[in-house]
């Protein structure tokens, strides 16, 4: 008894010393109206014991909870997201990704595209995916080795390559030497099954060769005055176009043009220069539409829902009812309907209809977003660099990719003229899957220059990561095992 009475004293104790000092920290009060009322904040003390006084309530929504914070959630994954997108490898892992994408899913396609036209030229089903599939093999080869090789052996390489390009481009139109396939004349045998479009090289040359050009140019301040912005790269341009429409080929004249305005704009050209340029290559191509019944017959074919007369539109509606036919996923990999003799060229210049009708809108958006990624990781790359020759090679290349891509997806939608060009890296074809894996690979190799990526790069390797970690690791005490 008498310890509790203790043990009660000295709590009385501790709480008249804890009343005794929040009396003395209090400010003093004037008498309003009756009341107190405090001149400054109350100071709230905490208690001898330990205790404290409790948090006021979170305000509470409609639903009674915690109210949570406007926007926190999607703006941290925005957050997150954004510095994810700027990381100095994005550019590489979305060109070796899109590019090695694109390359399988159009051995896929290729492969269920051409099974009934290889059967109907009386040859195995697999004939032409084996000739791309070779061709693929190939070209990642050359991918590999482009993407390993320094921006100055590209740089040496570019005239070889134009000077071999122009030389095969006059074989092509010698008799007895060149061949016509579909009323062009621009290709060359190689013996076997295997035949040679030089011109599709011809876009690689330009690249690599207009690129070297501009930045010596650039390198020695010469890119402001027009003469030499112009010369020798638009008469040099302009006699590629020449041997191209020698055999017909305008789909692939449209690209090489493309690229030439693509390496004007990056050079900086005036919008005079630019619009003068522009508008005499408008004229020629006028004339040649003019004057040509083929081709006006095909520009006749826009936006058509019907054959027409003497079914001169059969392949443009047949391509619209392959992509309507699809639905959102598709009938089935294998199960197209148009293949069976209704579409022509189904696997090289209207391969994405079989796969709207395939794969549905699902399948077609998948490959007009790996397009995309590689369009923006090449302007990315072009972009950031401070090197003249890897702006203008990027941007080329970005620019040829790019614009073929939509005008083969163009045409299959109906929204622009068929120019027979195929769709890049996934059209069956091995004259124009090999040059175009390699300017992906040239891609690769810029991406991998950029200081930063560079940098990143090295950190990844297994040596540098051992000794960094063997850095960071501190040492232990010597009497510790």
Known sequence: MPAEESSAALRGDRSRATAAISRALTPPLLAVAGSPAPLGPVLRVRSVTGSRRPPAPRSKGRSGGPRPTRGGGVRRMYEQARRAWDRPLTAYYLILGAGLLITALGLVMVYSASMIKALELDKPGTYFFRKQFLAAVIGAALMALAARMPAKLHRAFAYPLLMGTVFLMVLVQVPGIGMS????????????????????????????????????????????????????????AFMLLGLIMLGGDMGTAIILTAILFGLLWLAGAPTRLFAGVLAFAGVIA?????????????????????????????????????????????????????????????????????????????????????????????????????DPFVRYAAGGVTTWITVQAVINIGAVLGLLPIAGVPLPLFSYGGSALLPTMFAVGLLIAFAREDPAAKAALAMRRPGVRWKTMRRRVKKRPSGER
């Open 286 to 386: 006028f004339v040649l539409i003019k004057t040509s019944p083929n081709r006006m017959s095909r520009l006749a074919c826009i936006g058509a829902s019907e054959p027409g007369p003497g079914d001169s539109c059969w392949q443009a509606v047949h391509g619209i009812y392959a992509l309507a036919s699809g639905g959102w996923f598709g009938s089935g990999l294998g199960a197209s309907v148009e293949k069976w003799g209704q579409l022509p060229e189904p696997h090289t210049d209207f391969i994405f209809a079989i796969t709207g009708e395939e794969l549905g809108l699902a399948g077609t958006l998948s490959v007009l977003a790996l397009f995309a990624a590689l369009g923006y990781a090449g302007i990315r790359v072009a972009g950031r660099t401070e």
């Open 181 to 236: 396939v579909n009323g062009n004349q621009n290709w060359l045998y190689l013996g076997g099954p295997f035949q040679l479009q030089p011109s599709e090289f011809g876009k690689l040359a330009l690249v690599l060769w207009g690129a070297d050009l501009l930045a010596r140019k650039q390198d020695k301040r010469l890119l402001t005055q027009w003469k030499h912005m112009l010369v020798p790269l638009v008469p040099v």
